[in-house]
């Protein structure tokens, strides 16, 4: 595969610049020489709270954090990424830790779904008590 750009991905990567207000060759260089058409698809849809939306640039970008550093998700270069442009936007790290503290109870669900079901099979299997 040819390492230049075509002139529909070049045009597609200066307006998702434009749009999203940043570029990552590592996330999206890939995307964008594999499926120009999906990658375009993929753009209409992120850029659409950029264009019209009314939370603020920072807020937008906390978003993305909690999303990327969700225990189902965890993405680190997205994770980089958007803490970047949370900072770029004027972001404090308390505020930052403070979605990776809101979002870490993700995972506590393990817990408060499994533990019962585990109490229940160990009396059905005759365990006893817990």
Not at 7 to 14: D, F, R, T
Not at 35 to 56: M, Q, R
Request: proline share 5%; charged share 30%; net charge negative.
């Amino acid at each position: 595969m040819s390492d230049e750009l075509s002139e529909k991905q070049k045009q597609l990567k200066e307006r998702f610049t434009k749009e999203r207000g940043y570029w990552s060759e590592e996330i999206w260089s890939p995307v964008l020489r594999l499926d120009a058409d999906f990658f375009e698809t993929y753009l209409n849809l992120s850029a659409h709270p950029w264009k019209k939306g009314v939370l603020p640039p920072k807020i937008k970008e906390f978003i993305y954090i909690a999303i990327d550093v969700a225990v189902t998700h965890l993405y680190e270069p997205g994770i980089r990424q958007h803490i970047g442009n949370a900072l770029k936007y004027g972001a404090t790290k308390e505020e930052i830790m403070e979605i990776f503290e809101l979002v870490s109870v993700l995972g506590i669900h393990t817990c408060t779904t499994s533990v019962p079901i585990l109490i229940e099979e160990l009396k059905k299997a005759g365990k006893g008590e817990v």
